[in-house]
């Protein structure tokens, strides 16, 4: 049985509503409190979801620490790989660090997804700097990075020796400089089973040379940024060959712990040959039990194999920007960078 119930309210217009007259039963009593219970957490759940997919794709980079342990600005935030990684950077950068106090922003003469018509600078290092709030009346710049691994191992370890130089690729060889670099070039062991780049570009970038930048206002921004010695954050991924490979780790090593005040965020298995056995040689190396207090592995091996393969005769694949393959990816490598916090 229903009754009819009227309330007024201060400032409010009356308002009638129906209201049950008896109480439910016992017997039902339990089956509602279980179907309210599940609507409730099943409404956490989502708002748990939702807040933590907002905070990884926002600008989370406010609160994370350079090394665990430390909650200071991110300031220099540095990604490495091929092709791929170089795309990932761009769509970080242009669209993941974008929001409503973000004020100014300025770009190397390099940045850019390829650059077709300048092949010196398509295998280039990149750099992107931002300006913006900390709060309501500190300005900080933060620099990304973007650092193009070219296949040798020794290009990996140079760039941890001065992480602040940029590099780009050489323009055009004579003939006889390109003879003269094919007869040294080693062909067999660096590139088995690996994608072999074209003679002109491992030429082009064995063949680096500093950036020389003109910009006033990039250079303003450079000016301007707080200068450091070493990333708060390397996010490393496979270069051309898959450098740094499975045989390659004590390289690897070294840099990590040579640079203790950076966190090192490592995915061996990004995109390209993406081949079970070269996921095989990296898991038989025991690497992603390594203990380094600055080194976190991310293990992408389950997303990598779904896509087509990346390795030998049957070419680069190159993952959309922004697709599915890109966004996993990267929430799980920047989880890592957040799990830092606690």
């Given at each position: 049985m229903l009754r009819h119930t009227t309330i007024a309210t201060k400032g409010i217009e009356k308002s009638t509503f129906t209201i049950p007259e008896q109480i439910p039963s016992k017997e039902r009593r339990p089956k509602r409190l279980v179907r309210n219970g599940m609507v409730l957490v099943l409404g956490m759940?989502?708002?748990?979801?939702?807040?933590?997919?907002?905070?990884?794709?926002?600008?989370?980079?406010?609160?994370?620490?350079?090394?665990?342990?430390?909650?200071?600005?991110?300031?220099?935030?540095?990604?490495?790989?091929?092709?791929?990684?170089?795309?990932?950077?761009?769509?970080?950068?242009?669209?993941?660090?974008?929001?409503?106090?973000?004020?100014e922003f300025s770009k190397s003469s390099t940045y850019g997804i390829d650059k077709h018509n300048d092949f010196g600078r398509r295998w280039a290092d990149q750099e992107y700097l931002v300006k913006r709030n900390i709060n309501d009346t500190n300005m900080?710049?933060?620099?990304?990075?973007?650092?193009?691994?070219?296949?040798?191992?020794?290009?990996f370890v140079n760039d941890s020796n001065d992480w602040n130089i940029a590099r780009v690729g050489a323009i055009f060889p004579k003939p006889e400089q390109m003879a003269e670099f094919l007869q040294t070039?080693?062909?067999?062991?660096?590139?088995?089973?690996?994608?072999?780049?074209?003679?002109?570009?491992?030429?082009?970038?064995?063949?680096?040379?500093?950036?020389?930048?003109?910009?006033?206002?990039?250079?303003t921004f450079m000016k301007n940024w707080d200068k450091k010695n070493d990333p708060d954050v390397v996010i490393l991924t496979q270069g051309w060959g898959?450098?740094?490979?499975?045989?390659?780790?004590?390289?690897?090593?070294?840099?990590?712990?040579?640079n203790p005040h950076t966190l090192f965020i490592w995915s061996p298995l990004y995109v390209t040959d993406n081949t079970?056995?070269?996921?095989?040689?990296?898991?038989?190396?025991?690497?992603y039990n390594w203990t380094e207090p600055n080194l976190r592995m991310v293990d992408l091996w389950d997303l990598a194999k779904k896509l087509p393969l990346s390795s030998g005769q049957h070419g680069v694949h190159h993952i959309g920007i922004g697709g599915a393959h890109m966004k996993k990816s990267m929430e799980r490598i920047w989880n890592e960078v957040v799990a830092c916090l606690f």
């Open positions: 759940l989502i708002c748990l979801t939702l807040i933590s997919h907002f905070v990884l794709l926002s600008f989370t980079e406010d609160l994370v620490p350079p090394t665990c342990g430390r909650k200071e600005p991110l300031t220099w935030i540095m990604f490495m790989g091929d092709s791929n990684m170089r795309n990932t950077y761009n769509w970080w950068t242009s669209t993941k660090i974008h929001q409503p106090k973000r004020l900080s710049t933060v620099r990304y990075s973007f650092r193009f691994l070219h296949g040798n191992v020794a290009e070039e080693d062909t067999e062991t660096l590139w088995k089973g690996a994608n072999r780049p074209s003679d002109f570009a491992l030429w082009a970038t064995k063949n680096q040379q500093p950036i020389n930048e003109t910009s006033k206002k990039f250079m898959g450098v740094p490979r499975s045989h390659e780790l004590d390289s690897v090593r070294m840099v990590v712990k040579n079970p056995e070269r996921h095989e040689t990296y898991v038989e190396s025991k690497i």
